[in-house]
């Protein structure tokens, strides 16, 4: 995939509504802090 598309990608991102379930993960972590936080949350 162009990395050109990301923009509109991102751009179509919604914020999740009040009754789905979700949660922010923090990229600036290191990978494994990552998926440690992803995996606790599922």
């Known amino acids: 995939?162009?990395?050109t598309l990301l923009d509109s990608q991102l751009g179509t991102?919604?914020?999740l509504?009040?009754?789905e379930a979700g949660f922010?993960?923090?990229i600036n972590l290191p990978v494994d802090?990552?998926?440690a936080q992803a995996v606790a949350r599922l």
């Open 1 to 3: 995939m162009p990395t």
């Open 24 to 26: 922010v993960a923090d």
């Open 33 to 35: 802090q990552v998926v």
């Open 17 to 19: 509504a009040r009754d």
């Open 13 to 15: 991102l919604e914020p």
